[in-house]
């Protein structure tokens, strides 16, 4: 049972940055790929980015690719979500998850666990 607790949400305004952890316990963090997800009131979690394995794989929403990036340390069982020039329709609930395999994955069924999440609201 892997455990992932995400820290770094917080108030930001608009062209802001934050930058978003998600730590992991109780499994082999190498062994999953990771995504960011989230969601705003009303609407279904949203893909926003994930990483492989072994992080030599990256893929993002077209929405925030160019402002995002995930990158990951597997020596500190953690994965991070660099958020710059930040938007008013970026805030949401970010939860990051993890996924029983190497490959990256685009859908949240593919992924087996799940933080609590943590919120990020953009000010204009």
């Known amino acids: 049972q892997v455990q992932l607790v995400e820290s770094g949400g917080g108030l930001v305004q608009a062209g802001g940055s934050l930058r978003l952890a998600c730590a992991a316990s109780g499994g082999t963090f190498s062994r999953y790929a990771m995504g960011w997800f989230r969601r705003t009131p009303g609407k279904d979690r949203e893909f926003v980015a994930t990483?492989?394995?072994?992080?030599?794989?990256?893929y993002y929403a077209d929405s925030v690719k160019g402002r995002f990036t995930i990158s990951r340390d597997n020596a500190k069982n953690t994965v991070y979500l660099q958020m710059n020039s930040l938007k008013p329709e970026d805030t949401a609930i970010y939860y990051c998850?993890?996924?029983?395999?190497?490959?990256?994955?685009?859908?949240?069924?593919?992924?087996?666990?799940w933080g609590q999440g943590t919120q990020v609201t953009v000010s204009s």
């Open positions: 998850a993890a996924y029983s395999a190497s490959a990256y994955a685009l859908t949240t069924g593919d992924y087996d666990y």
């Open positions: 990483i492989s394995s072994g992080g030599r794989t990256t």
